[in-house]
């Protein structure tokens, strides 16, 4: 059984509720992400992609308005002890493509479609491995 604290990524880059939506383009640029989880102090309030910049700027929205603002949608969220299958469900349901992880209030971790798609590929691989392991053919005499 694989759960979500096994293939989440820690260290998630976060900012802040007052920054703008050019400060999170440019966040997301700096380091090469997707989204950022919003938060108001060190609570997770929202979520930020680029999915959502991008329809801002095309929807003529100021790259100088604050993320408070923006009108994010409910931030939806995962137990790191959660399977693996539940999050993906979740996701499915929600049609999102990343869950920020939780644990006790605080977020420890994001786990995303592709993360889960990874550690599917890897079971699968790790599956066909040990079956090749284990078969030998039978030898034939003629």
Do not use: N
């Not at 966040?27 to 309030?45: C, D, N, Q, R």
């Not at 095309?58 to 137990?79: I, N, Y």
């Not at 299958?85 to 995303?112: F, H, Q, W």
């Not at 590929?121 to 078969?135: D, G, N, P, W």
Request: cysteine-free.
């Amino acid at each position: 059984m694989i759960y979500v604290r096994d293939v989440m990524t820690r260290g998630v880059k976060t900012i802040d509720l007052r920054s703008t939506i050019l400060d999170a383009a440019k966040a997301m640029a700096k380091w090469k992400i997707g989204s950022l989880v919003v938060v108001e102090g060190t609570k997770p309030v929202g979520m930020v992609t680029e999915g959502d910049i991008s329809r801002s700027v095309a929807d003529g929205v100021e790259p100088s308005t604050a993320l408070g603002k923006f009108g994010m949608k409910r931030l939806l969220t995962v137990a790191q002890d959660e399977k693996v299958e539940v999050a993906a469900k979740m996701m499915s349901d929600a049609r999102v493509k990343k869950l920020p992880v939780m644990e006790g209030g605080a977020l420890v971790g994001i786990i995303t479609q592709t993360d889960i798609v990874g550690s599917t590929f890897s079971l699968v691989t790790s599956l066909k491995e040990m079956v090749e392991a284990r078969y030998r053919p039978p030898d034939f005499e003629m």
